[in-house]
């Protein structure tokens, strides 16, 4: 073992023996998966052979905030995507998933003061 890696065969390949990731459930299927590089933005779309979960990656982030931030934006293009929509439609999508995200935040993190841009 000079590399210092411990590897462990499964079947025919062999695969780098590392901490599994943790996986937070957000919102409308979104998980954050945090491992000691970054956070990852992603939402479950299936299981694969082994019952093992299959995820749509939306990002890699450098914190957590940023990698909500981007959920907000997701949870925005999930309600305008089927379709034509207006301005005002998208500015009450944006309302709306800020109301959820924010309100979300508190229940999972009671303690925690949801700070608006500029404050």
């Known amino acids: 073992m000079e590399s210092g890696r411990h590897f462990q065969e499964r079947g025919d390949y062999m ?7 943790g996986v937070i459930e957000l919102i409308d299927d979104y ?13 479950q779309k299936g299981v694969d052979k ?7 990656y939306y990002g890699y982030f450098g914190s957590a905030e940023k990698a909500l931030t981007q959920l907000g934006r997701e949870l925005v293009y999930d309600r305008l995507k089927n379709g034509r929509s207006t301005f005002a ?10 109301t959820r995200l924010e309100n979300f935040i508190k229940d999972a993190f009671p303690d ?3 700070r608006k841009k500029g404050e």
């Not at 491992?35 to 933005?41: K, M, P, V």
């Not at 082994?50 to 749509?56: I, T």
């Not at 500015?91 to 800020?98: D, F, G, Q, R």
């Open 15 to 21: 695969e780098e023996e590392r901490e599994r990731p």
């Open 89 to 98: 439609t998208l500015l009450n999508h944006i309302a709306e998933s800020n």
């Open 31 to 43: 998980v954050l998966i945090v491992d000691r590089l970054s956070w990852s933005l992603a939402r």
């Open 112 to 114: 925690y003061e949801v």
């Open 50 to 56: 082994h019952g093992k979960p299959v995820y749509k």
